[in-house]
């Protein structure tokens, strides 16, 4: 039983495509996260939704933009594709009511924009 | 704000050797602090956690790890290194606070196992 699951895996496009990433976590959670792992490995927080509400946009080019049609999903669109968005994306989940912020992360989606 | 960082980017040790991975973060409460795992082409695996309580916490995979609030660190170990372990692997903070509960991670460090 996957907990938290990210389609596609692997995402190859030209810049100036639009593409979106789904993501979809049966653990029950009330918030999910967005964040991206570049070329060297960094990984940062992107944006953050709590039962559906945006709660953390860092910076993030207005290119992007999440979407949470429900709890248990929150998908992640991408306008005009730049070279720059070639990254992994991962999706990430976890409860308020956990006391530690313990978050389960999905496999990731490797972009790659030519 | 928050912030991790992780001094070793890279290291290797011999299969059966000693490890121990640092791990030094700043923020001005009592954070959360976590170890994950990432093998090549993988997603992130939680090896272990400290919230509160005893600071020398076990996790998955025969790690542990110790908080030193004095020092703020929390640095990972492991008694005997197995060639599997050879994986990315991330320290990262986060806060309880339901308007940021995001995990702020460290860039990183590389093990490479020797046979």
């Known amino acids: 039983d996957t907990a938290v699951s990210q389609t596609p895996k692997y995402l190859v496009t030209q810049m100036g495509n639009d593409k979106s990433i789904k993501c979809e976590q049966n653990?029950?959670?009330?918030?999910m996260y967005w964040y991206k792992q570049d070329s060297k490995k960094f990984l940062k927080i992107m944006f953050s939704?709590?039962?559906?509400?945006?709660?953390i946009n860092e910076t993030v080019p207005n290119r992007f933009s999440p979407k949470s049609p429900d709890k248990a999903h929150l998908n992640l669109h991408i306008n005009s594709l730049e070279l720059g968005d070639s990254a992994v994306y991962f999706c990430?989940?976890?409860?308020?009511?956990?006391?530690?912020?313990?978050?389960?992360f999905g496999p990731g989606t490797r972009l790659t924009v030519l | 704000a928050q912030s991790v960082t992780q001094p070793d980017i890279h290291i290797t040790v011999s299969e059966g050797a000693s490890l121990e991975l640092r791990c030094n973060y700043s923020?001005?409460?009592?954070?959360?602090l976590f170890w994950y795992v990432q093998s090549p082409g993988q997603g992130l695996q939680l090896l272990l956690k400290?919230?509160?309580?005893?600071?020398l916490v076990q996790g998955i995979k025969g790690f542990e790890a110790e908080f030193k609030r004095s020092q703020s660190s929390f640095n990972l170990r492991k008694p005997s290194v197995h060639w599997s372990d050879a994986a990315e692997y991330f320290c990262?903070?986060?806060?309880?606070?339901?308007?940021?509960?995001?995990?702020?991670f460290g860039s990183g460090t590389r093990l490479q196992v020797q046979p």
């Open positions: 400290y919230f509160s309580g005893d600071t």
């Open positions: 990262a903070v986060g806060t309880g606070y339901t308007g940021r509960r995001a995990l702020t």
């Open positions: 990430a989940s976890s409860t308020t009511s956990g006391r530690d912020n313990e978050q389960f």
């Open positions: 923020y001005g409460a009592t954070p959360y």
């Open positions: 653990l029950g959670h009330d918030t």
């Open positions: 939704y709590n039962n559906k509400e945006l709660i």
